[in-house]
């Protein structure tokens, strides 16, 4: 099956009179679509059939991230983070 890139996006809300940021994801021909601006960051790669006939995905749909371990991450490793002395 093959994968199709979607974002989040920034769009113009007429009931609160300013930019709002989606909840749901959707592929880059449905933001333009809908006038709305694409959060490049937001960038997900998804499987081909969680994508609705809409070009839509929510947000509950989307699968987890990979969660990658840096070494600063783990607690007690080398570069753990000291907290300051409480004063008396």
Not at 16 to 43: N, P, Y
């Amino acid at each position: 099956m093959a994968t199709l890139k979607v974002y989040r996006y920034l769009f113009y809300d007429s009931l609160l009179k300013h930019d709002r940021m989606s909840v749901d994801f959707a592929t880059a021909d449905v933001i333009t679509q809908k006038r709305g601006t694409i959060l490049g960051e937001t960038e997900r790669a998804v499987e081909e059939g969680l994508v609705g006939e809409d070009g839509m995905v929510r947000a509950i749909d989307m699968p987890p991230r990979e969660v990658v371990e840096e070494p600063w991450m783990r607690v007690g490793g080398s570069r753990a983070i000291a907290r300051p002395a409480r004063r008396p």
